[in-house]
């Protein structure tokens, strides 16, 4: 092992360390001509495969602040209107309206109404349908805002889920919540200078590129991609809760998601653990990129 000081330049090491990105142990010791204990002395010492500890302070959510985990303050219950003429339809709309309050109380009391409503609430989602269509022809997305009308349960859990993000963001962020966060100024910063090639987008070239040239905050691991990618999400999620319009990350923090995304099909598996979280990530998620996913399922496969 003391060999390896002397033998391997730090060009040899850094196309070492490269080749191990893409090949096992065993491959990266063929390429290079070198044996298998000094490539995995040359791995191991240099720490690129442990997980980044400086790419997570960065990629982290602020701390829930003490005293500051309290729910938004709690909305006027909505007062119940004519809406189409239809007594029980209307009814319907109005016990939708309560449940998206996210208050607990009065989405049990609606959850208990809407049981006393005799129609079955699939033959109100028709009526209403009628209702759109009639009032409304042509426009396609007053007729597809019917659908599912009748699924209180679906609309409860989503309400009551937005209530609690909301008060995580006021935890989290206070009235800075919209303001760009350290991980946001570093992608602004990385990408400082490079022209959009479309709306919100920046040739993905360029991108690696400059993000390439941070090492120090580079994701090592798959571990860390997804640790990165989780923190863009949940990022959108708080900020979408607050502000359905004011959810979207900057164009150069966006620019940098989709580069973490890519490392996923480029970065080896450490275990079969880690592999499996990352297959886990693409069920969970819709990324709607077939490529991309397909280039990962390879890394992932070996």
């Given at each position: ?7 391997v ?7 070492i ?12 010791a ?79 009391a ?78 602004i ?38 640790y ?75």
């Amino acid at each position: 092992m003391g060999s390896v000081k002397q033998e391997v330049s730090e060009d040899l090491r850094k196309h070492i360390l490269d080749l191990r990105r893409r090949h096992s142990f065993r491959e990266v010791a063929h390429i290079t001509g070198l044996p298998l204990g000094t490539v995995k002395t040359v791995v191991s010492r240099s720490g690129a495969f442990r997980d980044n500890e400086a790419h997570r302070k960065l990629f982290c959510l602020p701390s829930i602040r003490q005293g500051m985990e309290t729910y938004p303050s709690v909305p006027e219950l909505p007062s119940q209107q004519a809406v189409t003429g239809d007594r029980e339809v209307d009814a319907l709309l109005w016990l939708r309206d309560v449940i998206s309050t996210g208050q607990a109380g009065a989405i049990t009391a609606a959850m208990e109404a809407a049981q006393k409503i005799k129609t079955p609430l699939k033959q109100l989602e028709a009526r209403y349908r009628d209702h759109l269509r009639t009032h409304r022809p042509g426009d396609l997305f007053a007729a597809l805002s019917s659908f599912d009308l009748g699924d209180l349960q679906a609309l409860a859990d989503k309400s009551i889920e937005k209530v609690r993000r909301q008060a995580e963001a006021q935890a989290r962020f206070g009235d800075r919540i919209f303001s760009h966060t350290d991980a946001e100024v570093f992608c602004i910063s990385a990408l400082d200078g490079l022209q959009p090639t479309g709306v919100g987008s920046f040739d993905s070239a360029e991108v690696s590129t400059r993000f390439k040239a941070r090492p120090e905050l580079m994701p090592n691991t798959l571990s860390d991609c997804l640790y990165e990618l989780e923190y863009w999400n949940q990022l959108y999620w708080l900020r979408h809760a607050v502000e359905r319009d004011g959810s979207d990350p900057a164009p150069e923090a966006s620019a940098r998601g989709s580069f973490v995304f890519e490392l996923l099909a480029r970065i080896r598996p450490r275990s079969r653990e880690e592999a499996k979280a990352v297959l886990r990530y693409l069920v969970a998620g819709d990324r709607g990129d077939a490529d991309a996913t397909d280039q990962i399922m390879e890394n992932l496969l070996g």
